[in-house]
């Protein structure tokens, strides 16, 4: 069965076809140099190690799981090696500070290839996928010092990183957490509590793991006002760096999941470990959200992973499977059936893939732009217009990929049929391994009353007009173009719905505050297929563009016309089912008593 090789041909086109990332990288500073043929070369090496070193051990990672004894994690074969290599190569260091031993590209490029690094075997990502968060969070609240003993060995890839949030009796709600923290006489904590679900908590990748966790000061007032973060290293750290004694820090288990069986998923027991305050006191939260910003853009890969994994998974099979007879007549004259891929239902299938993969790519694309902008902008102005828009995109990306991905996984199984069903083709790992996205850093519920209530109702609709001015203007700029008209007519007046759906959500609630959780994921799945009919409208005009001159690649055009086609005559009407949802209102939700259920 063919393994995974990287969409490189997409991803150069959505950087700088559809989204002109060469004009953005030299209106940055510190990026001018980095152009369309240093980010190919980079994709394509990367590809290289993805393809040929992740990829063959994502079915390992599966069948062999994670090892846990005494406290220790053994990695499946092949992980501690592939790692070696990765930081050999220098790849953890790309997109960090060079003042701290990274190389200063671009965020946005640290981004796409976590796409890649993901759909190669997500299981192996998220161990140097997580240190990423811990970086940023350091580097952002830490002190000097800190920022001096931890932020090297991160970058370059020698430690890990993690966040522990989670317990066993609160999982969202944090403000229930019970880890405490102790003034040491040193200016050190004491930190006591257990935290679950920890994600690459233990290993044996990298010699110290650098943990970020949230717990409460004897003196903290309840409630999410009294967390405070702590940096804990499994090993502590001396104030030149070099390694001290092991910490009061254990895995007391791992889980037994349902997928991505070669991440260690942690029970960790602090008792006593000794940690330093990241950040000011009782501000943990909101220095944790650092953190867990980076790790929801990188749960939303997770959503393009899964699909771009299926997809290639199940179009390879399609056009190799023979099965029955084209109704139209054989396509295949000179064998026993005709492949699946004649048939309208297997199109059906592998084309909802397409559009949701490539449509989702565009809005990851698309995020990554603000990312740099908020990096290395000086326009303040600018800076706080990416800002808005990154916190409004957050949200749909996280939520809205990992659901699509789910189903985009779930198809291509189907297209395997009973095939699909057994381990030997990775389908069926795929769909394991995909569920947990819509779980990861807020489940979709959550995702969704974040997005209506404090990014759209909280911001009095500015942030959603931000977006949807955009797609305004760029619906008036080519409303001419008769070759278009398909795209920028439905654009147009859905973009418009968009408003009118948010006003009678904003309405009904302040009426009753459960209208506007009520029509929560039914209104961000709306905006999730919304955005995507932007973005696809873009592309169309994109191709139409290049079909229009002369190009040696025109049927990789075409396909992207086609594809835009299929997805609004297909997939964009679920955005009707959505609105007639939401308009629905709460009672058909709140009516039945508890206890008649």
Known sequence: ?????????????????????????????????????????????????????????????????????????STPD?????????????????????????????????????????????????????????????????????????LMPLIEGTWTGTMCLTEAHCGTDLGLLRTKAELNADGSYRITGTKIFISSGEHDLTENIVHIVLARLPDAPMGVKGISLFIIPKFNVNEDGSMGERNAVRCGSIEHKMGIHGNATCVMNFDGAQGYLLGAPNQGLQAMFTFMNTARIGTALQGIAHMELGYQKSLAYAKDRLQMRSVTGPKNPDGPADPIIVHPDVRR??????????????????????????????????????????????????????????ESANLA??????????????????????????????????????????????????????????????????????ALEEFIEPLQSLNKKWGEVTLHIGTKAMENADEAGAASVDYLMFSGYTCLAYFWAKAALTAHMALSSETTESEFY?????????????????????????????DNLMALPVDAF
């Open 1 to 73: 069965m063919n393994e995974y090789k990287a969409p490189v041909r997409d991803l150069q086109f959505d950087l700088f076809e559809l989204f002109d990332y060469e004009t953005h990288y030299q209106s940055l500073a510190g990026y001018e140099e980095v152009n369309a043929e240093i980010v190919g070369t980079i994709l394509n090496e990367f590809d290289k190690f993805c393809s040929n070193i992740l990829s063959p051990l994502n079915a390992t990672g599966d069948e062999e799981g994670c090892v846990w004894k005494d406290g220790e994690v």
């Open 78 to 150: 092949g992980f501690k090696e592939a790692y070696s290599q990765y930081v050999e190569a220098g790849w953890p260091a790309l997109a960090n500070d060079p003042s701290y031993g990274g190389q200063g590209l671009p965020e946005s490029l640290s981004i796409i290839l976590g796409e890649m690094r993901g759909t190669a075997n997500w299981s192996w990502g998220m161990y140097p996928g997580l240190s990423h968060g811990a970086v940023n969070t350091i580097k952002l609240h830490g002190t000097d010092s800190q920022k001096k003993r931890f």
């Open 413 to 482: 199984l189907q297209c395997f049929g009973g095939h699909g069903y057994i381990k030997e083709w990775g389908v069926e790992q795929n769909v394991r391994d995909a569920r947990i996205g819509m779980l990861y850093e807020g489940t979709t519920g959550i995702q969704a009353l974040d997005f209506i209530g404090r990014k759209v109702l909280g911001s009095g609709g500015v942030l959603l007009q931000n977006f949807t001015r955009e797609v305004h203007q760029f619906c008036k700029e080519h409303a001419g173009v008769a």
């Open 349 to 406: 299938m592998l084309l909802t893939q397409k559009a949701l993969s490539e449509g989702g790519r565009m809005m990851i694309v698309y995020t990554g732009k603000l990312v740099d902008v908020i990096e290395r902008a000086t326009d303040e102005s600018e800076v706080k217009l990416a800002e808005d828009m990154l916190s409004f995109m957050t949200p749909i990306a996280k939520a809205f990929l990992t659901e699509t991905g789910f």
């Open 558 to 586: 075409k396909a992207k016309l086609v594809t835009a086609r299929f997805y609004y005559q297909r997939i964009l009407p679920r955005t009707r089912t959505c609105e007639a949802a939401i308009l629905s209102g709460a």
